[in-house]
């Protein structure tokens, strides 16, 4: 099975990375909800949600629900999901509000630079650039109802690691957040709980 990694984060939370390299009639096949809509990539990162979500809970027969802005919503957990090239994550709480996002390392972050990166902003490494783009999505998903831009927030100045936490400023509410982040050869987590 390739769940690479489950990590308990507090006495009820827990996050969750799955390399998506099996065949998809490996994958655990839910019986509770109809996946027929969906294509072969789409239909991969869904059946590996549902398999997250059963590592994570141990039980089948929960299903993923979606709000009106398409947030992912689980009876009973606050939950957030990322795929990236490959790879899905899977941050999952009974009492705290989440969010996490991943992306796979590639240079093609920086044509997109002007849509997250603010001028008082400074990193210049492609860890530095992906850390702060992830951050900014799971600081999104950790801020779903406020629709936030990506430019109402700013990622307070820090030297990229392996592993490290950033602070991200939510500069509509005047509010900071920790975000936690790993950068590795395939790949840049980051999550928020708060």
């Known amino acids: 099975m390739p769940l690479t990694r489950k990590q308990r984060l507090d006495e009820d939370s827990w996050l969750a990375i799955w390399k998506m390299d099996e065949p998809l009639d490996c994958l655990p096949q839910p019986r509770q909800v109809d996946l027929s809509q ?3 990539q789409r239909l991969r990162e869904k059946l590996t949600e549902y398999a997250l979500l059963s590592e994570l809970t141990h039980n089948d027969g929960l299903i993923i629900n979606h709000d009106s802005d398409g947030a992912p919503q689980v009876e009973g957990f606050h939950v957030s999901i990322s795929h990236t090239k490959g790879w899905a994550a899977m941050i999952l709480s009974r009492h705290h509000r ?19 990166m603010r001028n008082d902003e400074t990193q210049d ?14 600081a999104y998903k950790y801020y779903h109802e406020q629709h936030l831009g990506l430019l109402e ?3 307070l100045h820090f030297t990229p690691q392996e592993t490290g936490v950033a602070c991200l400023e939510n ?5 900071r957040v920790t975000v936690n982040y790993e950068a590795n050869d395939d790949f840049v987590l980051t999550f928020i709980m708060e």
Not at 98 to 114: A, C, F, T, W
Not at 125 to 138: N, P, S
Not at 171 to 175: D, H, I, K, S, T
């Open 38 to 40: 969906y294509k072969t």
């Open 98 to 116: 989440n969010g996490i996002d991943m992306e796979y390392v590639s240079y093609r972050v920086n044509k997109i630079l002007p849509r997250f």
């Open 125 to 138: 490494t492609l860890y530095g650039i992906l850390i702060t783009w992830c951050a900014k999505e799971a």
């Open 153 to 155: 927030m700013r990622l």
């Open 171 to 175: 500069l509509r509410q005047g509010e």
